[in-house]
């Protein structure tokens, strides 16, 4: 099946460090957007929330807004989390939004607790989409910390997508779930940003085998080596459900989340090349302001 042709990027990076959230938010301005799906919910305050390798740099950028948003966490319960809002330039007048994994779907948001099953990335599709919603004209998206090993099948139901077992019931979240799909509407996915979403990883791993999502990230999420084969079927289901070659390189970052985002439209780029294009967004905004 041929993907869907659109422009993206997201970014990736395995080696991210965490950054305290009271010394990294210092002097920048907060905002407040609420998720659909947490609102009704008392939303679980996070202590040093959990940060990936682009946030420092996001925030050192001028004019760089820290925006606040209530998602589901990989847990399935409500957090509070954020995401980076950077100024409007002439090639991007509805400015960019920096989104990590690590401070909404991250492993860090789980204490010592690992639940490899059940863990999801509902919740970083959630900051995705009310990014979307500010009207931001380019994402970058950092995928490190990984808790879960759903394939970003989380990701793609909070961006619309609807992932549905062979009697058309909606898939249970996480890995759990993945054995199930058996069709993908992604007709109602949101539309990528006018400048397309860039992803850095440092690895491109593939989907499956010795190097991929299971082997990466099981061990950290808490995957005991006996279920690798069951949740890599559910990988290769999904896999044949999305628009996208799973062998493509980076398709394993993150437990998969790589796949989903290809599936969105996403390119995904080793880390040197991202960065090189981050230090252009930094001239960009610069000469803006």
Same mark, same amino acid.
């Given at each position: 099946?041929?993907?869907?042709?659109?422009?993206? +990027? #997201?970014?990736? &990076?395995?080696?991210?460090?965490?950054?305290? $959230?009271? %010394? *990294?938010?210092?002097?920048?301005?907060?905002? @407040?957007?609420?998720?659909?799906?947490?609102?009704?919910?008392?939303?679980?305050?996070?202590?040093?929330?959990?940060?990936?390798?682009?946030?420092?740099?996001?925030?050192?950028?001028?004019?760089?807004?820290?925006?606040?948003?209530?998602?589901?966490?990989?847990?399935?319960?409500?957090?509070?989390?954020?995401?980076?809002s950077l100024p409007a330039s002439a090639e991007t007048p509805g400015g960019t939004a920096v989104v990590e994994l690590a401070s909404t779907s991250g492993i860090g948001l789980l204490g010592d607790r690992r639940v490899p099953w059940d863990a999801g990335t509902v919740g970083f599709g959630e900051a995705i989409a009310a990014a979307l919603d500010h009207g931001?004209?380019?994402?970058?998206?950092?995928?490190?910390? +990984? #808790?879960?090993? &759903?394939?970003?099948?989380?990701?793609?139901? $909070?961006? %619309? *997508?609807?992932?549905?077992?062979?009697?058309? @019931?909606?898939?249970?979240?996480?890995?759990?779930?993945?054995?199930?799909?058996?069709?993908?509407?992604?007709?109602?996915?949101?539309?990528?940003?006018?400048?397309?979403?860039?992803?850095?990883?440092?690895?491109?791993?593939?989907?499956?085998?010795?190097?991929?999502?299971?082997?990466?990230?099981?061990?950290?999420?808490?995957?005991?080596?006996?279920?690798?084969?069951?949740?890599?079927?559910?990988?290769?289901?999904?896999?044949?459900?999305?628009?996208?070659?799973?062998?493509?390189?980076?398709?394993?970052?993150?437990?998969?989340?790589?796949?989903?985002?290809?599936?969105?439209?996403?390119?995904?780029?080793?880390?040197?090349?991202?960065?090189?294009?981050?230090?252009?967004?930094?001239?960009?905004?610069?000469?803006?302001?």
């Amino acid at each position: 099946m041929a993907p869907i042709r659109r422009s993206a +990027a #997201a970014a990736v &990076d395995a080696l991210g460090s965490p950054i305290a $959230a009271a %010394g *990294a938010g210092s002097g920048l301005t907060e905002g @407040r957007t609420a998720s659909r799906r947490a609102a009704q919910t008392n939303p679980r305050p996070v202590v040093d929330e959990p940060r990936g390798a682009l946030y420092e740099f996001a925030t050192d950028l001028p004019g760089a807004r820290r925006m606040s948003v209530v998602v589901t966490g990989p847990d399935g319960e409500p957090i509070e989390a954020t995401w980076i809002s950077l100024p409007a330039s002439a090639e991007t007048p509805g400015g960019t939004a920096v989104v990590e994994l690590a401070s909404t779907s991250g492993i860090g948001l789980l204490g010592d607790r690992r639940v490899p099953w059940d863990a999801g990335t509902v919740g970083f599709g959630e900051a995705i989409a009310a990014a979307l919603d500010h009207g931001v004209g380019r994402l970058v998206l950092s995928l490190d910390q +990984a #808790a879960s090993i &759903d394939g970003g099948a989380g990701m793609l139901t $909070a961006l %619309g *997508a609807v992932l549905t077992d062979s009697s058309c @019931r909606i898939i249970l979240p996480g890995a759990r779930g993945l054995e199930h799909v058996a069709h993908a509407e992604l007709e109602g996915l949101r539309a990528l940003p006018h400048r397309g979403v860039l992803a850095l990883t440092d690895s491109m791993n593939p989907l499956l085998g010795p190097a991929g999502a299971c082997a990466v990230v099981g061990p950290q999420a808490g995957l005991d080596a006996r279920d690798v084969p069951a949740v890599e079927d559910g990988l290769r289901r999904l896999a044949g459900r999305l628009p996208v070659d799973y062998r493509t390189p980076g398709a394993g970052s993150a437990g998969g989340t790589g796949l989903a985002l290809l599936a969105w439209g996403a390119r995904l780029v080793p880390c040197a090349v991202g960065i090189a294009e981050l230090m252009d967004l930094r001239e960009e905004i610069e000469q803006a302001h």
